[in-house]
């Protein structure tokens, strides 16, 4: 049922990519002192959600597809500036963008779950 609604489809796609960016920059930070090490992002989740367009729309039966956009994201070169010893990971940086992610998964979550609410009230579920 809930694979038939965008707007879960498109919170489940949020949620993923939250989830992928955390995890690029876990890498980052990592590699904070790494000699040469070049620091990534992913693209935003608007420029890939768009570049998905109408693939988003398409779902196998019992299963929820994110898309093809969506799976094939790979991290990139960020900008920034490069240290002495060849590295350009900014910890700062790096903790502005995990809450940015942090807050992109909060939000998906709570679409998430006013849908469900929403969908709970009008079959006369209770909470």
Same mark, same amino acid.
């Given at each position: 049922?809930?694979?038939?609604?965008?707007?879960?489809?498109?919170?489940?796609?949020?949620?993923?990519? &939250?989830?992928?960016? %955390?995890?690029?920059? &876990?890498? *980052?930070? /990592?590699?904070?002192?790494?000699?040469?090490?070049? /620091?990534?992002?992913?693209?935003?989740?608007?420029?890939?959600?768009?570049?998905?367009?109408? &693939? %988003?729309?398409?779902?196998?039966?019992?299963?929820? $597809?994110?898309? $093809?956009?969506? /799976?094939?994201?790979? /991290?990139?070169? &960020?900008? +920034?500036?490069?240290?002495? *010893? +060849? *590295?350009?990971? $900014?910890?700062?940086?790096? %903790?502005?963008?995990?809450?940015?992610?942090?807050?992109?998964?909060?939000?998906?979550?709570?679409?998430?779950?006013?849908?469900?609410?929403?969908?709970?009230? $009008?079959? +006369?579920?209770?909470?």
């Amino acid at each position: 049922m809930f694979e038939k609604l965008e707007l879960t489809r498109m919170a489940q796609a949020l949620a993923s990519h &939250a989830g992928a960016r %955390m995890g690029v920059i &876990a890498r *980052n930070v /990592a590699h904070a002192d790494t000699p040469g090490y070049k /620091a990534q992002d992913l693209p935003t989740f608007a420029s890939v959600f768009k570049a998905d367009g109408e &693939a %988003m729309r398409a779902t196998r039966p019992g299963h929820l $597809s994110a898309g $093809s956009a969506m /799976a094939d994201m790979h /991290a990139e070169n &960020a900008p +920034g500036r490069e240290a002495p *010893n +060849g *590295n350009t990971v $900014s910890l700062e940086g790096e %903790m502005v963008k995990s809450v940015e992610a942090r807050q992109s998964h909060e939000m998906a979550l709570a679409v998430y779950r006013a849908t469900s609410d929403v969908i709970r009230a $009008s079959l +006369g579920r209770p909470r």
